[in-house]
């Protein structure tokens, strides 16, 4: 087959010329030329869609600087880079607000990139213009929603579990035995919901990098501890006996909260997947200047072509013998960031039929 590299052919350059312009002519996305050449680099060709997207006919684009898309918002300081990009003779990708010519906005991701002739010289700039007005609309719904995810759920959702906390401790005074595994039904599923609402608002933290960390000096034994203990009626009602080892004298400095929900994640995803009867053992290490923790259990374990979609966010491997087990599918995710946040490295060990270890390793003191 010819290509529009081979001009000998049957190819005459006219052709190739009318086909490259009734590609940018039919694009549906705007593309103008500029002229650095000419006094404030104008637009010398805009194409129909670039007139369609903004309102302007092309009597008043040919001729002008880009610029009248911006109206009086001209202090966007991305306008800054595109002016230092076009200066060095390099392109660009960046995201402005322009204004159609009936004053309407729209977001423009726009790229820029200078054409050269045969001696290297810029002697043109081609922008492409994207419209992502409705992407940005719905980014700004999709946090929305998160707000109110976080304000009108999880605030009566945590006090739907403290309430049938108290109950079912007897707080509230003796309740009837029929009622009372209803009571922890219930609240076994409040703290569920409320574990789901908290994975689905930290992942939001996370793709918007606002996950920050609280480091202080952590001891490893207080954390695993606590973890246990949070978890032992989870592994009671499981069958399965959690085993501590913790095998280090020094503290580090991390999070604490984050790496109890780490270990949280890790355990309670270990005693979800272990078969009735199983161990589980949480072991703790320092090895030079870092502290390995470890979660094995004697569950199924994970075939190769599995592990590398386990820390993707939303992922649940099938099991083969058993439903899908509840939760977000986030906990590995959430975890991963947060062990990565404090320089860290999160993995995991496993063959089929041998158990799996979850591991991650944390530098004593995490980098700045
Ligand atoms: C090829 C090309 C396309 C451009 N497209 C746009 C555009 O769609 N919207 C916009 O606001 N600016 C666009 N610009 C940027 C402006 O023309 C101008 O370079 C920018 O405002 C910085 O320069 P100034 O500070 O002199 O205004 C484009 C620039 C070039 C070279």
Known sequence: METMNEPNKSWHSQERLKILE?????????????DPKLPDNPIVYANPAFSELTGY??????????RFLQGADCNQSEIAEVRSAIAEGRSLMTILRNYRKDGTLFWNELSIAPVHDDEGTVINFIGVQNDITA???????????????SHELRTPLSSVRAS?????????????SGAKRLVTI???????????????LDFKKMETGNLDLNTAIVEPDIIVTSVLSSLSQLAANADIQVIKQINTRK?????SDRILQVLINLIANAIKFSPRGSRITVAVKDVGKSMHFAVTDEGPGIAEKDKEKLFLKFHQLDSSDTRPKPGSGLGLAISKTIVELHGGTIGVDSAVGNGSTFWFILPLVPKS
Not at 22 to 34: D, E, F, K, L
Not at 186 to 200: G, H, P, S
Not at 251 to 255: E, H, I, N, R, V
């Open 22 to 34: 009734r590609a940018v002519q039919s694009a549906r996305n705007g593309i103008v030329i500029t």
């Open 57 to 66: 006919s092309q009597a008043e684009i040919v001729g002008h600087n880009c």
């Open 135 to 149: 992407r940005k609309e719905s980014d700004r719904r999709v946090s929305e929603f998160y707000s109110m995810v």
């Open 164 to 176: 049938l906390g108290l109950i079912d401790e007897g707080s509230a005074g003796d309740i009837p």
């Open 186 to 200: 219930a609240l076994q599923n409040a703290e569920r919901l409320l574990k789901l609402v908290d994975d689905i």
């Open 251 to 255: 503290s580090l400095c991390a999070d």
